[in-house]
């Protein structure tokens, strides 16, 4: 259903005023009109019981607040900007999310998300905000590309932008938005390894790359808001910003995984000190010839480099044996 902007509906003042001095004017004949004329005090007490149901008319909109009204069931325009309105006294206002709390900004009840059905809700502003909200969903477990289950949570900046839509054309646009967050959320992830990993290929071009969860945050935030903006553009909503809150390992795996990273920085770690110990061996050997320091053959430079990386590649600190003697 297409928005209708009502935007000449600003008399809300002059409605108020008129409708107040037919008041006391209808008030004045029942009082003053006894005596002269019956007609006056039948149309001021006619107007007495009746006159409240124009102020049923008179809406406030604050600014970033939108009113979407029906008459007797079929849509007759929304109104948006700011300002004292009057419309017809018989318009209903209608917002279907307007009981739904959700976990985020300007409407949480609790944190356990939606609203407790035994809550009883004393006052539901049938006004629709067009503000920029955010959705912090609960923490998700999901598996990843290679079935390591982790959990996540993500916060969505939202707003919405055809209130027609968002009222019409789905049945509550609060849960329908969550529900496609963590939608959204599940089918993304999947695609992802917590870790970088070989031979994924997280872009769907048929070519391993680099992409993780924890290392590429930025562009699987992007592809989420992505997928969540192709579910609820037809509600009339618009997501302005996605980003990852939580990312960890499930609890069950957490420690295991732990070990496997503490382990992959030794092996990282190993590999560079020997590599560094490797060129330091090249170096002296090198140096020893060019110099012409001393001449070794082929089973001294074995014992040499083996000595020297065992002092370099050692964990402790090499304890040195001095040969006071000669060298063979």
Known sequence: MKEKVLDNKKHGMSAFILFTVLYIIALLAVIYGAENSVLAVVLGIIWLAVGWIPYMGLKILRPQEAMVLTLFGKYVGTIKEDGFYFVNPFCVAVNPAAGTKLNQSGDVAHSSGYLNPNQTVTTLSKKISLKIMTLNNNIQKINDCLGNPVEIGIAVMWRVVDTASAVFDVDNYKEYLSLQCDSALRNIVRIYPYDVAPNIDTTGDGIADEGSLRGSSEIVAQRIKEEIQSKVAEAGIEIVEARITYLAYAPEIAAV???????????????????????????????????????????????????????????????PVVNSGSLY
């Open 257 to 319: 995984m732990l070990q496997r990273q503490q382990a992959s920085a030794i092996i990282d770690a190993r590999k560079m000190i020997v590599d560094g110990a490797v060129g330091m061996v090249e170096m002296a050997l090198e140096r020893l010839n060019e110099n012409g320091v001393v001449e070794l053959d082929e089973e001294r430079k074995a014992a040499m480099v083996s000595n020297l990386l065992v002092v370099l590649c050692g964990n402790h600190d090499a304890q």
